[in-house]
């Protein structure tokens, strides 16, 4: 049947300006996180990963920040640009799976 | 750039008909994985395999269901679509059996029952 849930949390920044998109788990057991982006009609395209036993990680323009006493995910985007603008989904894996988040709406305006 | 591939991308179709959609990955990969995802919400598994032979359901009930015989094919079968069954369906596919790793996702197939 149809389904009623809560539409995208979304954040809004200016061009130039860094985003901090985040994220709460609740399995303490898992060990693997993603962060994908996923544009309007489009599939979701990875961005970074971590395991566990890592706290931060950084590609190009990107960190992310894992806090496992907390059970916290951040993803940051430095300079964000307007390609930038989609949204973006965590995932963790739960035993063999990887289960997603909700996600996060990221506009970027001039 | 991912290989992994969706038909059809769109389909509209009536209520009672029978659909199967399609999905092929040239990357070798053992695990694949459907997905649903209504509009502006978040990814729900609905089947995954591990290999040829292994099908299994996911987190999310679904009246589809899949099959695996050959490693580059997992297509998604709908025997009666009703109006629920309206969304986007991703496809995906991950090197690592042991571990989850990175999924490639397709473009993903949008479906409508009317």
């Known amino acids: 049947g149809e389904s009623v849930g809560l539409h995208l949390p979304t954040l809004s920044v200016q061009e130039g300006d860094n985003s901090i998109i985040n994220c709460a788990y609740s399995?303490?057991?898992?060990?693997?996180f993603i962060w994908y982006k996923q544009e309007s009609g489009k599939g979701p395209q990875f961005i970074i990963d971590?395991?566990?036993?890592?706290d931060k990680r950084q590609g190009q323009r990107v960190t992310v920040l894992l806090n496992k006493t907390v059970k916290h995910l951040s993803l940051q985007i430095a300079a964000t640009q307007p390609g930038d603008s989609a949204v973006y989904f965590c995932?963790?894996?739960?035993?063999?799976?990887?289960?997603f988040g909700t996600g996060t709406r990221l506009q970027v305006f001039p | 750039e991912a290989d992994i591939y969706q038909t059809p991308r769109y389909l509209v179709i009536g209520t009672g008909k029978k659909i199967t959609l399609e999905c092929s990955q040239t990357?070798?990969?053992?695990?694949m994985y459907w997905y649903q995802q209504d509009p502006g919400m978040e990814l729900h598994l609905i089947h995954y395999?591990?290999?040829?032979?292994?099908?299994e359901k996911g987190d999310l009930s679904s009246e589809s269901t899949v099959s695996r015989i050959r490693t580059e094919h997992f297509p998604l079968t709908l025997e009666s679509a009703r109006p629920s069954h309206t969304s986007q369906y991703l496809c995906?596919?991950?090197?690592?059996?042991?571990?989850?790793?990175?999924?490639?996702f397709g473009e993903g197939s949008r479906l409508t029952v009317l």
């Open positions: 995906a596919s991950s090197e690592t059996t042991r571990d989850t790793g990175e999924l490639f």
């Open positions: 399995n303490s057991a898992s060990d693997y």
């Open positions: 971590i395991r566990s036993n890592m």
């Open positions: 995932a963790g894996t739960n035993t063999d799976k990887l289960i």
């Open positions: 990357m070798g990969h053992d695990k």
């Open positions: 395999s591990y290999g040829v032979n292994s099908t």
